[in-house]
């Protein structure tokens, strides 16, 4: 079965930090970019940053840029967010997805996200 | 960056009924790739449509796509209990990949 397991997030204060990590399983992750979309609470989707099969080409939403590092690791079959300098708007539940075939793409796979609430 | 409007905010229907929802770009989207999502309480996102009016795998026919352009829809042909949730528009033809706003899908 084709899988995206998210996990890492919590509540953290602002201006703190979270990792947050992606476990796939069932595809061969090693030929997908791969991305980070985010919810918050009541709102509507908006990705958050997507990084190349051989995480050799990286974007972000200017929102989370000089914050927000997307990386991978093929031999681990895992896709990770490392948050710094949270901030109350980060506050959302953020999903791993599979880009179909290109950078931007139809996301045909979803994790069933992590939660990252930022207060005091 | 491409601004996606959707329409109507909430659409009031009853099960059986057809159901049109709009998404409208606020620039021409290249090769119509625009896809759909229906979202459930609680659940993430699920693939419905791709490239306007491809039908994503095992997703039941009474769901089509139409549009080009500026201006697509989803069209529920015959209203199903379990259809009833929030659906979005995404466009992925132009980066930045954007979302619209949602239109929820209740039971009148």
Known sequence: EVQLVESGGGLVQPGGSLRLSCAASGFTFSNYWMSWV???????????ANIKKDGSEIYYVDSVKGRFTISRDNAKNSLYLQMNNLRAEDTAVYYCARPQFLRDDAFDIWGQGTMVTVSS | EIVLTQSPGTLSLSPGERATLSCRASQSVRSNYLAWYQQKPGQAPRRLMYGASGRATGIPDRFSGSGSGTDFTLTISRLEPEDFAVYYCQQYGTSPTTFGQGTRLEIK
Do not use: T
């Open chain 1, 38 to 48: 985010r919810q918050a609470p009541g709102k509507g989707l908006e990705w958050v």
